[in-house]
């Protein structure tokens, strides 16, 4: 597939970025049913200050995965209120689970499409940074509309993003990074540049795996520049 193909400006309908099964053990039963409800967002429009209590720097988590990297994030960023959105619901036990041994007062979750949240629940401009750590890949190329990072999610992203906001990728796939670049540039939105890894991000999950397979870790940084996107979402 080449790019050309995959600058979908719509999401397409029925194409999601993952694949919603798993088992639900006892103890992940156990853990959402104890400690979700006090972190849970609620649909429709998101009152951050309501939500956490206070007025902070608001950051989104897209695909929290077990939590490793956000519960650290947090806990190194105190200042800072944290929404993390994963649909896979084992994961999200895993880390409310860790949250509450690390203590963390400052992370929320969206247990559901992360677009979901960003299209129906985050004011425009109001997101100090949205991270987005090693998004699954989905490597084949026939596979490449799923990848989170499209034309429409730029827009989308850009919107949401406060002028000096951030988006953190960082993945340990040659084709997403090249993947990223070519979205990126064809959108003419955002400046794009490799950074360092930041060293508050713990080396685990995926992370971990892809270390473990020889694989190099990239981390980039989209800034959003200033343009007519700027209000459309
Ligand atoms: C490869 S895993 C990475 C998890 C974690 N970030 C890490 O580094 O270990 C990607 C995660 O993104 C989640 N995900 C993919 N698309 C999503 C979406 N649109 N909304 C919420 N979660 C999503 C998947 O369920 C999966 O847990």
Known sequence: MSIRETLDHEPRPGVRTFTPRWRTSALTAERMAT?????EVPPGPLVAEELFGRVAPLVVEIGSGHGAAAVAYAATHPHVDLITAEVHVPGVARMLAAAEVAGVANL??????????LRSGVAPMSLAAVHLFFPDPWPKKKHGKRRFIQQHTLTLL?????????????????????HVRDQVAAHGGFEV?????PSWRPTDGFE??????GRRVVDLELRP?????DHQM
Do not use: C, N, Q
Not at 159 to 167: E, F, H, T
Not at 193 to 197: F, G, L, P, S, T
Not at 208 to 213: E, I, N
């Open 35 to 39: 400690l979700f409800p006090a972190v």
């Open 108 to 117: 929320r979750v969206w247990r559901g499409d992360a677009l979901e949240l």
């Open 158 to 178: 850009h919107s949401r993003l406060a002028p000096d906001g951030v988006v953190r990728i960082a993945t340990d796939h040659e084709v997403y990074a090249a």
């Open 193 to 197: 540049r490799v950074v360092a890894r």
């Open 208 to 213: 971990a795996k892809g270390l473990a397979a």
């Open 225 to 229: 520049l200033a343009s007519p996107l």
